[in-house]
C-alpha cells in the first residue's frame, strides 16, 4: 500500500509560481505510475501531469504544457508539481494520485485509474 500527502499549496497572483510537494510511502512506491490531477469548483477531476515509470517520460494535459513541470526524487520519496506562468483558470484542488499499474497515453488522466489519493492541496490563482 502507498500513502500520498500533497503540500505546497498556496494563494499567488497571476503570472506566479509555486511548487508543490507529493510525500509517498510504502512499499515499491517507486515502481508506482504517479499523477498529478486537480479539480475546480464545479467540475471533474482533471489530469494535469503524469510521471510514466518505465521511461522516465512525462506527460501532461494540454493545458498546462510548458508552464508545469513534474519531477520525483526517489532518494526523498517526493514527487513534484513545479508550476510557472499560473492564471486564474490554474485554481483547484490539486491531488497527487498513485497506481500500481502501467498507464498510457489514453488513460493516464482518468481519476478511477488510480488507488491511491492524497488529501489534496488547495491553490489559488488570483488575476
Known amino acids: 500500500q502507498v500513502q500520498v500527502v500533497e503540500s505546497g499549496g498556496d494563494s499567488v497572483q497571476a503570472g506566479g509560481s509555486l511548487t508543490l510537494t507529493c510525500l509517498a510511502s510504502?512499499?515499491?512506491?517507486?515502481?508506482?505510475?504517479m499523477t498529478w490531477f486537480r479539480q475546480a469548483p464545479g467540475k471533474g477531476r482533471e489530469g494535469v501531469a503524469h510521471?510514466?515509470?518505465?521511461?522516465?517520460?512525462?506527460r501532461y494535459a494540454d493545458s498546462v504544457k510548458g508552464r508545469f513541470t513534474i519531477s520525483r526524487d526517489d532518494a526523498k520519496n517526493m514527487l513534484y508539481l513545479q508550476m510557472n506562468s499560473l492564471k486564474p483558470e490554474d485554481t483547484a484542488v490539486y491531488y497527487c494520485?498513485?497506481?500500481?499499474?502501467?498507464?498510457?497515453?489514453?488513460?493516464?488522466?482518468?481519476?478511477?485509474?488510480?488507488?491511491?489519493w492524497g488529501q489534496g492541496t488547495q491553490v489559488t490563482v488570483s488575476s
Open positions: 494520485a498513485a497506481d500500481n499499474r502501467i498507464k498510457n497515453d489514453g488513460n493516464w488522466a482518468w481519476p478511477d485509474e488510480y488507488i491511491y
Open positions: 510504502g512499499d515499491m512506491w517507486r515502481r508506482y505510475s
Open positions: 510521471f510514466y515509470i518505465p521511461t522516465l517520460a512525462t
